[in-house]
């Protein structure tokens, strides 16, 4: 955990519409009434907007490490939504970037959060369709849910060193005075050249306003790949100093975490902080990252 910077009480929040978006497909598959930002949120643009944020690579498929049981997945995923800590206050997520999850999965995880709205941006084949996930739960891919409704949704596939695309997956929330949520996965490839790309890419994508975004980058905090990054945002695990390092998040078959793969970043005038677990997680190669960011 890393000292948050000009932390301040969070905001009370309330849901939106319901949308899960299949963003290869474009198709809704279930919406609802709209009943309108809380009062909160229709103060002045100088109100301050509190986002609670999990990320999390949930290994949704097929690793023997983890998705191998769908429902396991979503009742793990669903659980963590609400049980999140961050500097020693128990948290409830309003925003989640999830990677490696299956279209099904998200769907199942949906239809318990109530109100909130879902995208889903799926990974692309060499054939360019969408992949599948071998546990029969559909698209495999990326999603990204809000409590309140995401608008003006945006997916952009990476520039990528072979035919396997990741999709980047970004949209807006009218109701956080238009806060610019976004999530990617950066390809798994042991020259970071690409992923240096990548992440130009997402730069320009997450854009100059407000914005929270996250994502297993595949690249530790000092490589030159994450350079843009750290120059355009603030992550929520740097020191007070700036130091780009945070705890580690990939675990390896022991359950150890041994590097940090998986980043919250936001706007650099956000007060930000965020936890990951200490022990071991069970469901996933990847431990989640929880945070806590402050708009002014």
């Known amino acids: 955990m890393r000292a948050p910077r000009a932390l ?3 905001l009370a929040v309330s849901g939106a519409a319901v ?58 995923v669903s659980a963590q939504l609400k049980g999140n800590v961050v500097s020693g206050r128990r948290i409830k997520a309003n925003a989640v970037f999830l990677q490696e999850i299956c279209l099904g999965q998200v769907k199942a995880i949906a239809a318990g959060t109530g109100t909130w709205s879902w995208q889903f941006a799926p990974v692309l084949r060499a054939d360019g369709k969408p992949a599948a996930c071998a546990n029969g739960q559909g698209q ?16 952009v596939y990476l520039p990528a060193p072979r035919a396997r695309r990741q999709p980047a997956l970004c949209g807006n929330v009218a109701s956080w005075s238009n806060l610019r949520l976004c999530t990617a996965q950066l390809s798994d490839e042991p020259n970071g050249e690409w992923r240096r790309r990548q992440t130009q890419k997402i730069t320009a994508l997450a854009g100059a306003g407000r914005v929270v975004f996250g994502g297993d980058f595949n690249e530790q ?17 740097q020191t007070a100093g700036g130091a780009r390092t945070g705890e580690r998040t990939y675990q390896n078959a022991q359950g150890l975490a041994v590097a940090k793969t998986d980043y919250v970043f936001a706007t650099k005038t956000a007060g930000i902080a965020c936890e990951v677990p200490n022990q071991p997680v069970r469901s996933s190669d990847h431990r989640p990252i929880a945070a806590v960011v402050h708009f002014r």
């Open 8 to 10: 301040i009480p969070l």
């Open 19 to 76: 949308v899960v978006v299949t963003a290869g497909a474009g198709a809704a598959i279930e919406q609802g009434d709209d009943p309108g930002p809380p009062a909160a949120d229709m103060a002045q643009d100088t109100r301050t907007t509190a986002v609670n944020v999990l990320n999390w690579n949930v290994c949704g498929d097929t690793d023997p490490r983890c998705g191998a049981k769908p429902a396991d997945v979503v009742k793990t």
């Open 140 to 155: 495999f891919g990326i999603a990204l849910g809000s409590q309140h409704e995401i608008s003006g949704v945006e997916k």
């Open 221 to 237: 905090p000092n490589k030159p790949a994450l350079d843009v990054l750290y120059r355009s945002f603030g992550e929520c695990d």
